[in-house]
């Protein structure tokens, strides 16, 4: 057995030339970090105690002649079985400079797969010299999904939302994938997460052609009110611990992360139309305040 080398020197693997493609680098000399060859639970389903990421939005905005980008939003709540793992977990990156991931799904194999992907796309512009386009951004993503496939088979699956501003093209656009690395190329906008479904029904009716970011930022940020609305598992804004959603907008001139005074305003002029129309629409009579006694027959406190 030869002892171990102790020059300081770094492996012959981190000399030779090879593969642009840091996971394919990893495959070959520590496949053991991999996220998808890490040990699972032996087979067995998750028990559901692993804090999950929740809802992420995303649309696009702007005109042809303004200059067309895409905004990426995530609530802060992660859950973990029916309790509430963290209220400030952040579920929106930057990927690189021109391209942001939301994900939903097991938070902790999550972001070690976005962190793993922002070093692939850092790794490729020092080998080659250039950034990736963005079908190839989103293909690698992909390929790392499908890699995390074993694990998604035992109840660990991760599902991101990916987006970015084409520069080929000239505006953003967005993807969403399978737990099994299949990529689609969404328009418009799309929604991921267990609150989704809710988001998606209001991006149906605020989102239109030719928004503005000011304009796209709140339709992103009223879709998230209305998912937490009505999924506990998703958070919605919170003015008490100052809690704001994570909204990051993507054009041109590379990835811009909302600051939380803007979202404050943002989410203060959402509180109070709302107000208004159930003022409006019912007086000053509380919410829920009639029906009969066990009208509601399933539910339970």
Do not use: C
Request: hydrophobic residues 40%; aromatic residues 6%.
């Amino acid at each position: 057995m030869t002892s171990a080398d102790t020059s300081g020197r770094l492996p012959d693997a981190f000399l030779r030339p090879g593969s642009s493609s840091f996971v394919d680098f990893l495959a070959g000399h520590a496949p053991d970090l991999l996220p998808g060859r890490r040990p699972g639970t032996g087979g067995a389903p998750a028990d559901g105690l692993a804090p999950h990421a929740t809802t992420i939005v995303a649309l696009t905005f702007g005109t042809d002649d303004g200059g067309r980008g895409v905004i990426m939003a995530g609530d802060r709540r992660a859950t973990a079985g029916n309790l509430i793992a963290s209220r400030e977990m952040e579920k929106v990156f930057a990927a690189d400079a021109y391209s942001v991931v939301g994900i939903a799904g097991s938070a902790g194999v999550a972001i070690e797969l976005v962190r793993l992907f922002q070093l692939e796309l850092e790794h490729y512009e020092k080998i080659e010299g250039s950034l990736l386009s963005l079908d190839g951004k989103a293909n690698r993503l992909s390929t790392m999904i499908r890699g995390n496939l074993p694990l998604a088979l035992q109840g660990l699956a991760v599902v991101p939302l990916f987006a970015g501003y084409d520069l080929d093209r000239g505006y953003g656009r967005l993807f969403s994938y399978d737990v099994t690395g299949g990529r689609y190329e969404e328009h418009d906008h799309h929604t991921v997460g267990s609150g989704s479904v809710f988001a998606r029904g209001a991006l149906k009716k605020l989102w239109h052609p030719g928004l503005d970011a000011d304009a796209a930022v709140g339709v992103a940020v009223e879709a998230l009110y209305d998912a937490a609305d009505d999924d506990s598992a998703t958070g919605g804004p919170d003015p008490v611990r100052q809690i704001w959603p994570v909204v990051t907008v993507v054009t041109a001139d590379g990835v811009r992360r909302v600051g939380d005074d803007e979202l404050a305003a943002t989410v203060e002029r959402i509180v109070a139309e709302r107000g208004a129309a159930h003022r409006a629409a019912h007086g000053d009579r509380p919410a829920g305040g009639g029906g009969r006694p066990g009208a509601h027959g399933g539910a339970r406190a």
